[in-house]
């Protein structure tokens, strides 16, 4: 193996260690110990890459925001369904999105090493945008605001569903939440053809899963 | 002061002192010497009313859905709006608020001193029920899926305004909420009759206060 390749593979064997140690403990329990344990490297190659534990959390949250199944749509919006109904589907079982899901919302932490709310936020400000270019929304809908409503929603919903029910309902919820906000700012001739249904997510990874040529990491081991 | 009274100054003098202490320390950082500290208490006193700190965070939990803003309006939806608005204005300013709200949000805690979420949830269920029978609701909505819904997006929305903006900004997020799930559930001729500005929930608390003969309590000292 080359020795870029190491360490590249290196890299990402401590990231997914920090997180999850994040996703289990939050940021403030977290250690160095026992993030280095669990990737099984040495001290010295964690530090070539991250010099610090506030750069490991830097590192996670940079890292969740892999757009893998994002297919293009004929709709817009409903890249948008999309994107929020496989991050439901996925959270549960990647800690890479648990832990970064846990260091945003960290009141302590964010000052230290960011929050991946603002990418969250543009990423939906950014494809209502270009929904709206195409007549897909409502002329009053002001991508930036609704971005703000739903990255709140989003959170609330994930943490309700975290609380009461170990995520087992978040597919759900989260179409819930798509039925109870998308009257608000779709076109009504768009609204009629979106797929919100709580198996959209698993639907939309499985179709990418099979499309795909080079086999995905298995997200469910 | 007659003995029973003086009875209910205490408890509520305790309540108020473990709110506080909750609501900056979260349940598992309180303890009883500093809510005895802050009530200028005895221990006994403490004791006679509430046995342990669970007991103390279950009574926070029940005393919060105070109803003192409840104003009945010919549409049962603005009640439902009223309620939310008022509760954005308060929450930065009354330590009960967000006590319950911090606590109600202990993955850790919520399993020894309950949750205030499911009153939340039954607040908003009724509320929607009553207005659906009066034909304010469109016809498919379900009053417990939508409060399910409105009780996550509510809660993530208070903790972003939280994180990015001390609360500052809770009545717009509010605002722009209602705006972004009304449209799923009131019949189109209710809708455009809702008043759901960002200054809504000040307003209704100034209406109650002029109205009210004896006078409340000043939540903002």
Redesign the interface.
């Known amino acids: 193996m080359a020795q870029q390749e190491r360490a590249v593979r290196t890299r990402r064997a401590v990231l997914e260690a920090a997180a999850a140690v994040f996703a289990e403990r939050g940021y403030a329990a977290a250690t160095i110990a026992e993030i280095l344990n669990r990737a099984g490297v040495t001290k010295g190659a964690l530090y070539f890459h991250f010099d610090s534990k506030a750069a490991l959390a830097q590192g996670v949250l940079q890292e969740q925001i892999a757009t893998e199944y994002c297919v293009p749509r004929e709709l817009k919006l409903q890249e948008w369904v999309d994107a929020g109904m496989t991050l439901a589907e996925r959270l549960p079982r990647e800690p890479m999105l648990l832990a970064a899901v846990r260091l945003s ?1 960290d ?1 302590q932490g ?1 000052d230290v090493f960011g ?1 991946a ?1 603002p990418a969250w936020a543009e990423l939906t400000g950014s494809v209502l945008t270009a929904a709206k270019e195409r007549g897909e929304v409502l002329p009053h809908v002001v991508p930036e ?2 971005a ?17 029910a170990d995520w087992a309902d978040l597919d759900h ?1 989260m179409s ?2 798509f ?7 779709a076109a009504p001739a768009v609204l009629v053809r979106l797929d919100t249904a709580p198996d959209r997510g698993a639907r939309v990874i499985a179709e990418v899963r099979q499309r795909s040529t080079v086999p995905l990491a298995d997200a469910n081991s």
Do not use: C, D, K
Not at 179 to 185: D, G, K, Q, T
């Open positions: 919302a009141l964010r929050s709310w605001e609704t703000q409503v739903f990255l709140g929603a989003w959170i609330g919903v994930q943490f309700v569903s975290q609380a009461v919820r819930a939440l039925n109870h906000v998308l009257p608000a700012i």
